[in-house]
């Protein structure tokens, strides 16, 4: 790509496809209209099966900003991510921006992310991400750990705007769905965890920044739109379920005690299972996506797990 903004601070974008080529297309078609010219955006294939990748490498042959990365096999978000990021840090990238290939951006976003990190000094900053279908709700915002519930607390979830958070602010935790991290970051912190393989390695990365001191901003003048609507079929499926009882136990195992421990997995049996139930039924899946959530528990429980974080170079 033709370096006709040098001055720029360079942001690669990374997204990750697999078997979703309608999404990716719409979703690299907002990122090429950002207002900051993204210096790379990153396509990770991961073992897609239904042809999208050759396709993708098609339409976008000659493109000198994008480039496709193929995987043998479905990694999973967390090391699939970790192969695009890799790459971002090995091309000169100043930020990764990692984003879900099921959303897309408004075209002030990474530009206004990357103010507010200059101006606060922050490694890690997020939008107020909207649903695509309504958007004036709000899906995500900035969030917070709540010790009380062992889960996250996400104040401005399934507000309409107006809503009272206007000025940028600290928080506990930005969703990996749209996330815009400073280079140096990931060798304070490491890569996104591989022990999760999707679901909750982005709350996992926060938590690690708030205990390394790395800042962490909510940015609501950044907007961002997600394809989904409340409980749907897919986030309810057997799949979907799995992992993330999976992910959610191995989050408690690595950053919290033990006594901690047990207080949040009593909450998990007691309060989130009943939960998972009914959201299964509603989402049409029955008591499928239920049992999955059990399994998934008893997996994560019994997972291995790595001691330190994967490096931000191979």
Aim: glycine share 8%; proline share 4%; charged share 20%.
């Amino acid at each position: 790509m033709s370096d006709n903004n040098s001055a720029l601070p360079r942001v690669a974008a990374i997204i990750i496809n697999w078997n979703s080529l309608d999404h990716v297309r719409t979703c690299v078609g907002s990122l090429k209209l950002s207002t900051l010219p993204f210096f790379r955006i990153i396509i990770v294939d991961n073992g897609s099966a239904d042809g999208s990748v050759d396709k993708l490498e098609d339409q976008f042959k000659g493109d000198d900003q994008i480039e496709l990365i193929r995987n043998e096999k479905n990694l999973g978000f967390a090391a699939g991510m970790n192969v695009g990021l890799r790459h971002a840090l090995s091309i000169g990238s100043d930020y990764a921006f990692v984003f879900n290939n099921d959303a897309v951006i408004d075209p002030e976003c990474v530009g206004v992310l990357v103010r507010e990190s200059q101006q606060e000094n922050a490694g890690i900053a997020g939008p107020r991400i909207f649903y695509k279908s309504q958007g004036d709700k709000i899906w995500q915002g900035g969030g917070y750990f709540d010790y009380l519930r062992a889960g996250v607390r996400n104040p401005e979830k399934n507000k309409f705007l107006p809503v009272p958070i206007k000025e940028t602010v600290a928080v506990d935790f930005v969703t990996g769905c749209a996330m815009l991290v400073k280079r140096d970051v990931f060798d304070k912190l490491g890569l996104y965890d591989e022990d999760y393989f999707f679901y909750t390695e982005d709350l996992d990365f926060c938590l690690n920044a708030g205990r390394k001191g790395v800042p962490v901003l909510f940015v609501p003048e950044a907007h961002a739109y997600h394809d989904l609507d409340g409980i749907s079929k897919s986030r309810t499926s057997p799949y979907v379920q799995y992992h993330l009882a999976r992910s959610t136990v191995i989050l408690l195992r690595k950053n919290f005690g033990a006594i901690y421990f047990l207080y949040a997995m009593a909450l998990h049996f007691v309060l989130y299972t009943p939960y998972r139930l009914f959201q299964s039924i509603v989402g049409g899946n029955g008591t499928r996506g239920w049992f999955a959530w059990l399994r998934g528990t008893m997996a994560g429980l019994k997972a291995k797990l790595s001691d330190s974080k994967p490096a931000p170079r191979a």
